[in-house]
């Protein structure tokens, strides 16, 4: 079991109420399930006020703020309390194993039968108190050497910190007697005189496990009295009182069974005086002080006007939480010592005291230290890596003035009680501060948006005592505050049978809150779940009513619920109830609600013949007034359909609902439903294709949603798609018709959002539509239907339109692999390829991409198989569709992109495999001359070089694959283009060989040293970086480049195969091409004889002579053509 920590039973003048009384005291202690009952009698201070005059004081004091301040300070500083208190559950505290002489063992929790043994066999001899038994220190022993730990360490400690507040003192408990009380006895008192020359400190009781009622104990000290209760725990318990001398102990009379206590003095210890030199501990001498408080206040109340101040502020020693049950009761030590004597000093002279908590704000610019150097990135609230919130204090350097603020969070009454009184207070006003004094007790840095400084905040919540004359300006001010929780904490712990002054109070304040601020449903709820137990418990019904009222339970049947209105109505009847529902009936707009209440009093009054009329009479209003209703509502509304008829619904329901401007959700649901009840009610027929039909006409072209940032709209094509759906559940397919006029006609003149474009819409739909049509009872009936909506799909995909009317920005469609799918798909549902044929014509497909349109081509050639099609028309359509397609990424291809590329022959087989795949290897012509030309800013010879004579072996390898070679068509004709080019522009004359190195350059130094250089092995060599040298040595150099060439031409001629090859591509140009690059005349071709005389032979070979010496004619066309 566990064991609560111990309660500290405040100085006088304060209540402590229960659930403080088991307060911890910096010592851990065990813990208990249960508490044991303090109470005392309070009047009200606000009740009965002494209105008789003072007399004047003599010496009144002229510094009422300073005085007081220094009164608490000097008077007021005892931090302890006068008595302590603690429970112990069986597992928390040890068994003693208590023996005593002449008798033996007792064993715990002590039996009944056992006790009037121990008492006739051990009692003292002569005395005189009947039915106590008294038994001396000398007769007892514990057998348990951990009881006596247990007393020094666990529950003496603790009773020494609290009456010391925590001074560190530890005192010697000496064990006096052993006392057991039956119920014979009478009540006892007993207080003993306070002797300032003993060492003994105070008692210390130990109430061990033992079964009894009643023996109430009562602590008095300076006229307030406190009472504990131990019977109801005391038998699985072990309990601890501790007091001071001086202290009044008032025990009743046990009503059944016996209690078994030790009783100890707590003794101040040797070594304390002697050493430590502390003084022993005892309650202060508080008349003087007290008297003190007295003249100041009097003197305050007595002041001339504007001679004294308006209130007092003084911050309170200990620190409180903000809570609905702080209050007087809540205050500690010298705070609690404080407020005891001033609490009826303040009744007496007409003050009014309240407490405030108050939060300090001191907010520091800093600025990091070291910081994003080592954390390698900026803090800032977005960050996933890291929050400036969690930086410590050390991380940050202060970066300017700092700035403090004070906010007022809450007021109270000493009971608790929040209200709403507006300060004139400053930070400097509050006595006993500065407010910022001491540690804060929280601490943050807020990250700017800036990356060089912060800001540091420092809290720093105090409670402070508010001091007014009453029936002032200020008092004026105080009105009800937010007394929800508060009212909710007196309300839940109220047993009473009646209701105390103070719970009316409660209540009273609770519904003109209610009335005046009214909270969100759910506390609403919780307030008159509060109202109404204690309206039932205190059998007010005239609270009820109140509540019922107060609350908006009228409004909102919701706010007392089924179970609250069974509640009431066993607790008070039909009759109190009846006026306040039909007012609920009246009020409520919610139809839900007041039919939630119908059905329940139908429930409740099945057998009271006046609530069943009543019920009968309310249903019939509330058809005829519905009030608001939701998509919740419809199975109801169904039920009424059913049970009155459709003509009935029809005449009296449905226009209702017209009237309300319900949502699109409502009608849709609404409509569906009306359709599954149409078989059993036909003439809701009607009224379903109206819902349907205007559903469709308030729908807009293409809708959009909000979204959670500001200014922005998403597309909401799932409002169309539901309204589609819609349409096929209720039969009214044709109205899709009008749905898919609507967007074709919208996305013709531009009526959507420019960052919306019809497109979006059609791509989500499509597939859902497909899927709503395969899903559907009518199958392929309605192919016919939504025709052209899949037409749309396909045009909007593949639309190219960029601007709208207005000149608005529209980006198309990218066609990306999912969109393909969905161009796929809605073609088939359209009418195949020959709808594809239509919508791709050969001028909107210039304006996309080549490598969109490859990718565009290679899909319909994978989706819709040439070697599938049926009919000559598909295939002539699929045909000129490709063509058409494979000639707009021809001539969209950007042929810049080669120069800038590391590999551009990959880049160039790309494509002529993309015409082979497509199966239009007809048109590599038209894409070998668009590769041919050279574009804006690069050299016929450089793109010769670079570009079109690395890609002629790579296209030999593609061709020999394909079982051809450069004599055939387009191929020969752009092989024998690239290899006169390549002789035109980059192949330059060539010296003799025998001159070659030796004659290289001339006798200068620098060229001297290019021909060793050319001689040796050598694999690299510096030369001069003047302009002049670099330029001779490169016309040094250009026989040797030309050798290059030459070499590289031979290369090129050998790729295209044996002689009679190479003749056959490059025709009458060969003879003169083989002499540019070989530097001599081709040999005779191998070949038959034809039947020709030799003659002839012999002067085609003079003519290729002729032709090979004076070169190829001039080109007179543009420089950049081959």
Not at 905 to 924: I, K, N, P, T, Y
């Amino acid at each position: 079991m566990k064991t609560e920590p111990p309660a500290q039973i405040a100085p006088p003048n304060i209540k402590v109420p229960d659930d403080l009384l088991l307060q911890a005291t910096g010592v851990a202690q065990p813990t208990t399930t249960s508490t044991m009952e303090i109470s005392s009698d309070e009047s009200d201070p606000d009740d009965d006020r002494d209105t008789k005059e003072h007399k004047s004081i003599i010496s009144a004091s002229t510094d009422i703020k300073g005085d007081f301040e220094a009164l608490v300070e000097e008077g007021f500083g005892f931090d302890g309390v006068f008595a302590f208190s603690s429970r112990y559950a069986l597992g928390d505290a040890p068994n003693p194993c208590l023996v005593i002489d002449g008798y033996g063992t007792i064993g715990l929790p002590l039996c009944e039968r056992e006790a009037p043994k121990i008492a006739s066999e051990c009692a003292l001899k002569g005395s005189a108190n009947t039915g106590i038994c008294e038994i001396p220190a000398e007769k007892i022993h514990f057998d348990n050497p951990a009881w006596d730990t247990w007393i020094k360490k666990t529950a003496g400690v603790a009773a020494s910190k609290a009456l010391t507040a925590n001074t560190g003192l530890r005192p010697t408990f000496a064990l006096r007697k052993l006392v057991i009380h039956d119920k014979t006895c009478p009540p006892t008192n007993y207080k003993e005189r306070d002797d300032k020359t003993s060492r003994k400190i105070g008692d210390f009781i130990v109430i061990l496990p033992s079964l009894f009622d009643g023996a109430q104990l009562q602590l008095s000290h300076a006229g307030q009295t406190k009472t504990i209760n131990f019977g109801r725990e005391s038998r699985l318990s072990t309990f601890v009182v501790a007091a001071y001398s001086g202290v009044e102990h008032a025990l009743s009379s046990v009503t059944a069974g016996y209690r078994l206590s030790l009783v100890y003095e707590i003794v101040h210890t040797i070594a304390d005086t002697a050493l430590v030199r502390r003084p022993r501990p005892a309650l202060p001498e508080m008349k003087g002080a007290t008297q003190k408080l007295r003249d100041i206040l009097l003197s305050w109340k007595q002041a001339a006007s504007g001679a004294a101040p308006e209130l007092l502020a003084c911050l309170l020693q200990h620190r409180y939480t903000q809570a609905p049950t702080f209050g007087a009761k809540s205050l500690t030590g010298a705070d609690a010592l404080l407020m005891s004597h001033l609490r009826p000093l303040a009744w007496e002279l007409k003050f009014c005291l309240y407490l405030a908590h108050v939060t300090a704000t001191v907010s520091t610019p800093v600025t990091p230290v070291e910081y994003y150097d080592s954390r390698g990135c900026e803090r800032c609230e977005d960050c996933e890596h890291c929050d400036l919130r969690d930086g410590l204090d050390e991380e940050f350097t202060d970066d300017g003035d700092s700035e403090a603020a004070l906010h007022v969070s809450q007021v109270v009454d000493l009971r608790g009680m929040p209200v709403n009184v507006n300060l004139p207070l400053q930070m400097e006003d509050y006595l006993r501060g500065p407010v910022v004094d001491g540690k804060p007790d929280d601490m943050h840095v807020d990250p700017y948006s800036r990356r060089s400084y912060a800001t540091r905040k420092k809290l720093y919540k105090r409670t402070a005592i508010l001091i007014w004359l009453k029936n002032t300006a200020i008092d004026s001010r105080v009105s009800v505050g937010d007394v929800y929780d508060h009212a909710l904490h007196v309300l839940r712990k109220s047993l009473t049978p009646v209701p105390t002054k103070r719970e009316a109070k409660v209540v009273d304040a609770l519904l003109k809150c209610c009335r005046t601020r009214p909270q969100d449903d759910k506390k609403m709820q919780r307030v008159m779940q509060a109202l109404r137990r204690s309206a039932v418990r205190w059998n007010d019904v005239q609270l009820l009513l109140r509540a019922l009222k107060d609350c908006g339970v009228d409004k909102n049947a919701n706010l007392i619920g089924v179970e609250g209105f069974v509640s009431a109505y066993e607790g008070f009847g039909w009759s109190a109830l009846k006026n306040f529902c039909g007012e609920v009936m009246l009020n409520d707009p919610s139809s839900t609600r007041r039919r939630a209440l119908l059905t329940w009093l139908a429930q409740m009054g099945e057998e009271e013949a006046e609530v069943s009329a009543w019920c009968t009479a309310q249903t019939d209003m509330l058809h005829r007034a519905l009030g608001t209703i939701d998509v919740s509502d419809i199975p109801w509304l169904m039920n009424v359909a059913t049970t009155r008829g459709g003509d009935f619904f029809r005449d009296v329901i449905f226009p209702q609902l017209e009237a309300q401007k319900l949502d699109r959700a409502f009608w849709c649901a609404f409509s569906k439903q009306l359709h599954q009840n149409v078989a059993s009610i036909p003439s809701l027929a009607i009224m379903r294709d109206n819902c349907v039909s205007e559903l469709v006409r308030g729908l807009p072209a293409f809708p959009t949603k909000d979204t959670p940032y500001a200014h922005w709209q998403d597309k909401d094509s799932v409002e169309i798609l539901k309204t589609i759906q819609l349409c096929i559940e209720t039969q009214n397919e044709a109205l899709c018709c009008e749905i898919f006029t609507k967007m074709r006609d919208a996305a013709r003149s531009g009526d959507f959002l420019p960052k919306l474009p019809p497109w979006l819409y059609y791509a989500e739909l499509s597939p859902a539509v497909i899927e709503a049509l395969q899903s559907s009872p009518a199958g392929t009936a309605l192919d016919g239907v939504f025709l052209p909506f899949f037409v749309d799909v396909v045009y909007s995909i593949v639309s190219v339109v960029r601007t709208t009317s207005e000149g608005k920005k529209i980006e198309p469609c990218p066609l990306s692999d999912p969109h393909k799918a969905v161009l796929a798909a809605a073609a088939r549902k359209a009418g195949g390829i020959s709808v594809l044929k239509q919508s791709l014509g050969a001028a909107g497909l210039t304006a996309h991409d080549s490598s969109r349109l490859q990718a565009l081509a290679l899909f319909i050639a994978k989706e819709f198989p040439r070697q599938e099609m049926s009919g000559s028309g598909d295939v002539q359509a699929y045909d000129e569709l490709i063509v058409n397609i494979v000639r707009a990424a021809i001539d969209t291809f950007d042929t810049a992109t080669l120069a800038k590329s590391h590999n551009p022959s990959d880049q160039m087989m790309s494509l002529v495999q993309f015409c082979f795949e497509v199966g239009a290897r007809d048109e590599c012509g038209r894409l070998l001359n668009r590769l041919s030309e050279s574009p804006a800013g690069v050299s016929v010879g450089q793109h010769v070089s670079t570009v079109l004579i690395p890609f002629l072996p790579a296209l030999k390898q593609h061709l020999v694959a394909q079982h051809l070679d450069f004599r055939a068509d387009p191929y020969k004709k752009f092989a024998a283009a690239v290899i006169k080019a390549f002789v035109q522009k980059v192949m330059t004359p060539a010296v003799a060989l025998a001159a070659q190195i030796q004659t290289l350059g001339c006798a200068c130094a620098d060229c001297a040293e290019l021909r060793a250089f050319f001689v040796s092995d050598r694999v690299s060599n510096s030369f001069p970086r003047r302009t002049d040298a670099a330029r001779h040595l490169e016309i040094a150099l250009e026989p040797m480049r030309a050798e290059r060439n030459s070499e590289k031409g031979k290369t090129l001629l050998t790729d295209l195969g044996d002689p009679a090859t190479q003749e056959a591509v490059l025709g009458a140009d060969y003879s003169w091409v083989h002499a540019r690059i070989h530097g001599t005349d081709a040999a005779p071709v191998p070949a038959p004889v034809p039947p020709a005389n030799a003659a002839q032979n012999s002067s085609a070979q003079n003519a290729r002579k002729r032709r090979a010496d004076a070169g190829p004619h001039a080109n007179t066309g543009k420089k950049q053509k081959m």
